[in-house]
């Protein structure tokens, strides 16, 4: 499968965005999708994940309550919906695919080692 994220930008503090993670070559349906992101000097982390075959949804702490993580079958495409944007939400967002855990998708879903497939980084900036 063949990933591409879009949607990033500069948003002000507060404000939302949309990112979009459209899958190619095989349907998002066969796999996890996970977003992770990079801000500078840190390392990359995991913020939330779909697709492990129960209907469970993970979020980051940091995370949890402000974005959404959904799916379009109709347009194989995964969304993250952010919400109450901070200027620490600052990074390079990537969305991956990796194997459908089945109901253990929570020993896996953060670790960016479990993932094969990743798109092109969004760059996403939260500033006044």
């Known amino acids: 499968v063949q990933l591409q994220a879009s949607g990033g930008g500069l948003v002000q503090p507060g404000g939302s965005l949309t990112l979009s993670c459209a899958a190619s070559?095989?349907?998002?349906?066969?796999?996890?999708i996970g977003w992770f992101r990079q801000a500078p000097g840190k390392k990359r982390e995991g913020i939330s994940s779909?697709?492990?075959?129960?209907?469970?949804?993970f979020y980051d702490s940091t995370v949890r309550g402000r974005f959404t993580i959904s799916s379009d079958r109709a347009k194989n495409t995964v969304y993250l919906q952010m919400n109450s944007l901070k200027p620490e939400d600052t990074a390079v967002y990537y969305c991956?695919?990796?194997?459908?855990?089945?109901?253990?998708?929570?020993?896996?879903?953060?670790?960016?080692?479990?993932?094969?497939?990743w798109g092109q980084g969004t760059q996403v900036t939260v500033s006044s």
């Open positions: 991956a695919a990796r194997t459908q855990s089945y109901g253990l998708g929570y020993r896996v879903w953060d670790r960016d080692d479990e993932y094969t497939y």
């Open positions: 070559g095989d349907t998002v349906d066969d796999y996890a």
């Open positions: 779909m697709g492990d075959g129960d209907g469970t949804l």
